[in-house]
């Protein structure tokens, strides 16, 4: 096989990609995410050791989370953009060491594996790339547990990035991150002790999502109930995706007053819910669907489009949009202008997209009408009394948290199917793009309270635990799991993992998986969560439903 990985729900056959990832991600870029991850635990290692003896390096710090970000899943496929991390990762790799060594301490080499990890052979790396990836762990239990663990660190490192963009910063998550990176090379940790590591990424997953959730609202407003336009305007448009609200807040800035209108795209949605980005009135609304979808909403958007973050999809060789593609963060895509980060706290010169924008087309219309959401937990709470009484009335039977991913494999028509049959007295509570499977569908509400209840981006499920809480507290009960609460989540990338990690950290069980569970689930740790934690996967619509309502 040319390369291997299994981070995302469409893995080839379930199992793993061997010659070119689903996502289109090529081998030697997948074999160069391999190095890189492979020197960032490196560096973990003698950075763990030299804060233990009070030694911080803040460019370390950012270098692990903005390369932990980088390999997730659709969000950089720029083969000299890992080529360029590797090397600065050497550096710092040894620059760590020396600076171990300085302080006194003493190289960590427990085992023969661990001390692969110090070789400082710089030269040929991509070569020595196809031999440090997943599969070099033989044991396929522990192979499975430290994925689990790695991918949830993709996941807080995403949420941690965000959250230093906006000026949030949580030292402990740095220390975990790399504590946790530096463990899963180390052959003495057991399979229990790689559980317990599983469930201490969740609970850090938990205080990273507070952390952005906390950014966000300070900088932002908390999100309000809010009728989000789906229609275009006349003016020639830029359409931003991915998630990062900082770069949102600087685009609408740049944008004032220049004939532009901007709109959301897939997982920015959420950014129509906060109050201050409202007072733009070029703010249009949102274009189009979910992110598997924007080969064909691309070509009618007509303007250029900005990736933040992942997800990218790879346009096709007759693409007419490829040359108005910009990305810019973790974001990459070879071809493409990347916009660099800020300097000392500026904003991002997002000048070139704006003049591109101004020999564009204006949006091509697809669709009418408006989407509701921005019930966030602040929104959520301030209702409570209504939602309590309408439990306590019966008019609300039961709530179905539906957050997640949204994937392109047909097998997730099975969510839109199960929104469509849901009783009339049921409510989904919803965050990231797995809305986007039945957001636009007509289900009415409950005496004014609607039946989809969207907390906004994957990294907003934060709020759909905070809601659970303080509904847990509301109706006295003892164990979260005693809520007429039931969880049928969708995945597809690693900020997923980290979310159900934080809901199994959270004490919530019986959670429902699909449309597959993960391919990096071996069968021993498949079953230690199906026997510890009720985890499951889905069957049919049907059989699930009769299920759930029992």
């Known amino acids: 096989m040319s390369m291997f990985c299994y981070q995302c729900q469409e893995t080839a056959k379930g ?23 492979f020197v960032l635990k490196g560096i973990s290692i003698y ?6 003896l009070g030694y911080e390096d803040r460019e370390i710090n950012k270098f692990i989370f903005d390369g932990l970000f980088t390999t997730i899943t659709n969000a950089n496929f720029d083969r000299q953009v890992f080529v360029n991390r590797v090397r600065k990762g050497l550096e710092l790799r040894k620059r760590i060491k020396n600076k171990l060594l300085e302080l006194g301490g003493k190289l960590p080499v427990t085992s ?19 031999s440090v990836g997943v599969l070099s762990t033989k044991n396929e239990d522990i192979r499975s547990l430290r994925e689990m663990i790695t991918y949830g660190l993709k996941g807080l490192a995403a949420y941690t990035e965000h959250a230093f963009n906006l000026d949030q910063e949580n030292p402990e998550l740095y220390n975990f991150m790399q504590r946790a990176l530096a463990a899963t090379t180390d052959d003495s940790l057991s399979a229990d002790d790689l559980v317990a590591l599983t469930l201490e990424t969740g609970k850090y997953g938990v205080e990273g999502m507070a952390l952005l959730d906390k950014a ?12 989000v336009n789906i229609g275009v305007g006349k003016n020639p448009g830029i359409l931003i995706s991915g998630h990062d609200l900082r770069d949102m807040e600087d685009l609408l800035k740049q944008t004032e007053g220049t004939g532009i209108d901007v709109y959301t795209h897939s997982e920015m949605l959420p950014a129509n819910y906060y109050p201050a980005f409202k007072k733009y009135k070029h703010f249009v609304g949102n274009y189009g669907s979910s992110w598997w979808k924007q080969k064909e909403e691309f070509e009618t958007f007509n303007g250029p489009v900005l990736f933040t973050t992942n997800c990218i999809v790879p346009p096709s060789k007759n693409a007419t949009y490829t040359h108005r593609i910009f990305t810019t963060g973790a974001a990459g895509y070879p071809g493409s202008k990347h916009i660099p980060d800020r300097i000392n706290g500026g904003m991002k010169d997002f000048s070139e997209i704006i003049e591109m924008a101004k020999t564009c087309k204006p949006p091509v219309e697809i669709e009418k009408g408006e989407i509701i959401g921005g019930f966030a937990h602040n929104q959520v709470i301030q209702l409570a009394d209504k939602i309590v009484d309408a439990v306590k009335s019966g008019a609300i039977r039961k709530f179905f948290v539906m957050a997640g991913c949204d994937g392109r494999f047909k097998e997730r028509a099975y969510y839109t199917e199960f929104a469509e049959k849901l009783p ?33 981006q994957c990294n907003d499920s934060y709020s759909l635990a905070v809601i659970a809480l303080k509904l847990k507290e509301v109706f006295e009960l003892n164990d979260i799991n005693e809520l007429p609460i039931a969880y049928n989540i969708a995945w597809y990338e690693q900020k997923a993992v980290i979310v159900l990690l934080a809901l199994l950290y959270l004490g919530v069980k019986n959670i429902h998986l699909g449309p597959t569970l993960p391919g990096f689930l071996s069968p021993n740790v498949a079953k230690v969560l199906v026997e510890k934690f009720g985890i499951a996967g889905i069957k049919t619509v049907d059989e699930d439903m009769k299920l759930f309502l029992n």
């Open 15 to 37: 199992t793993g990609c061997t010659i070119k990832g689903v996502c289109g991600k090529t081998s030697d870029v997948a074999n160069l995410q391999d190095l890189l991850m």
């Open 216 to 227: 966000n609202t300070t900088r932002y407003g908390n999100p309000e109930i809010t009728k």
């Open 424 to 456: 009339k007295d049921t409510v989904i509570l919803t965050a990231g793009c797995a809305k986007y499977r039945y957001n636009k569908l007509p289900l009415g509400d409950i005496n004014g309270i609607p039946r989809v209840l969207d907390a906004g």
């Open 47 to 52: 950075s763990t050791e030299a804060r233990k």
């Open 112 to 130: 023969h594996e661990s001390a692969t990890w110090f070789a400082d052979d710089e030269a040929a790396f991509e070569e020595k790339s196809t």
